[in-house]
Each structure stands twice: as C-alpha cells, then as structure tokens.
C-alpha cells in the first residue's frame, strides 16, 4: 500500500466527524506505520474485500470515545459500556463507507464493524499491507485511522 | 445469526489447528455470546462480506500464541513479536477460509486480518449480529473462536 491511499479515508473521517459529530478532525501528516505500535483503548475495525483487500481502524481515547457517543446519542454514556461500542462500529462504518465511495474502481465491500475495547493495545496489520497511520487531533483528545490496503491481481 | 452458523466455523479451526500445528482442539459447547464479555490477550480478526456480512475473531492466550506460532515458525517466540501476529493473522485467515468453503452458498470474501494485542481486551460485534462464541480446550489453554454474520437481503 501506498500513502496515496490514505487520502481517502482521512476525507471520510473528516467528513464523518463534522456531520455526524459536528467535530472538527484537524488531520496530522499520514505516515507508513512501520514498528512503531500504536497504543489505544477503544478501536473499531471493518475488513475490506474486492479488487483490493484489507481493513481499516478508526482508534479513539477514551474521552473522544465517550464525547462521540454522546454527540450521537444526546447523552453521555458513564462508561465504556455496548453504546459506546456501537456508537465507535457505527462511525467506522460510516467512515469505510465515505472512502469506498471515494475508491470506486476497487469495487469494495465492507464487512461489519467489530469494536476491541482495552487499554493498550495494539493492532498489527499483515507486513504486506504496510499499513498507513493517519493521526488526528480533535477538541475530545486523539483519533487515528489506521488503513492497510493489498490490490489484488486480476484473473 | 443463529448457532447453526458456528458449525462450519468450528470445523475449519479444529482441523486448520490440526493440520497446521499437529495440535487438537477439543470443542466445548457454543453459545450466543450475549452481555458476557470474554477477556482475550492475541486475537485475530477478519472481515467477512458476500450474501451474508460479519467478522470472526481467533482469540488465544498468551501461551497458546507462543506455542502456536512455535509450531508454525520452528521456533519459539522470546515474547508476542511480530512473528506471533504474523502466525495468528495467518491462522485466522485459514480458519475464515476452511468456513467459507463450508459456507459456499454465501458466496463469502475475507479481508486481511488484522491482529490486536493487549491482555484483557474484549471485543465487541455490532448487535444485531448476536455473535456466537465457541470455545475450544487445547494442551497450551485457552483458544476461543467468536463469529458474526448477518444474512443480506437479495437484491
């Protein structure tokens, strides 16, 4: 994967984030995420298939995870409880959905949003697909998408 | 989703385990998973669309990733590395393929899988999707197969 593919998803994140949240994601520089595991707490993840296969994750911290819900919701969950998971799944569908439209030649499907909650982990994607770390910073703390993408050959 | 759903996916882990690492896994009885959330430390995830759309997840103690990917590399890993994620990402992705032949008539695409670690995580699949967790005894623990799929409507 290339950093070109980025570019899509931060759109989409970006877009997702103002319309559904009314949030402004101010983006950082995407960069190849190489050895440098990332630390989350919630983490919501959707794969990817058709002429290119892969995942995308959109990570929040805690207090982005829980002032998002709220936004959604119109009340703040007291904890890191399945509206708050539904809420991060729901996002990162739309988010998959927003860079699909966006990458219309690959013809992708999306899977369905699982959410992995814990305090720090980390995810790794196959070495192959060279994931691309796309950070954000937002009013609620940090967001990031991460993005592994492997076109696949015709035939 | 109902339980039937967990058969093909039970089959494909017991003998990917099997074949790939001369290890048996004894399978316990299926449940929907409901509002118990199980505690995993490695777990592998892909992405699942076609007739029907969803995700199964791989979760193995720490051991059992280490004497997993021992199996798979030749040698075992000092701690869970690189090589731990590669091997359950590799591991997921075989079982995902073992039920997608069982599961012809779905006509099923996987994504990659991306590998999350991080001791106490859970992991949460959207709703509607009631997804069932299997559980499976091995000589190394605990090894749990969760899997969520809701059929699309045609058209």
Redesign the interface.
């Known amino acids: 994967m290339t950093i070109e593919f980025a570019e899509p998803f931060l759109a989409s994140a970006v877009s997702t984030f103002s319309t559904m949240l009314g949030c402004k994601l101010i983006p950082g520089e995407p960069f190849i995420k190489g050895?440098l595991p990332t630390e989350h707490e919630v983490?919501g993840?959707?794969?990817?298939?058709?002429k290119a296969?892969?995942?995308v994750?959109l990570s929040l911290c805690r207090e982005a995870a829980l002032s998002a819900s709220a936004a959604m919701l119109g009340q703040r969950p007291s904890d890191v409880n399945?509206d708050v998971?539904?809420a991060v799944?729901e996002l990162t569908n739309m988010i998959a959905g927003g860079a699909k439209a966006r990458l219309e030649h690959l013809s992708l499907?999306?899977?369905?949003?699982?959410?992995?909650?814990?305090?720090?982990?980390?995810?790794?994607?196959?070495?192959q697909?060279a994931p691309v770390c796309i950070p954000f910073e937002c009013p609620w703390g940090q967001v990031i998408v991460e993005v592994?993408l492997?076109e696949q050959q015709e035939g």
């Open positions: 050895d983490t993840v959707i794969g990817l298939s058709g296969k892969g995942a994750a399945h998971t539904d799944g499907s999306a899977s369905l949003p699982t959410v992995i909650v814990g305090q720090g982990h980390v995810m790794e994607f196959p070495y697909a592994g492997i």
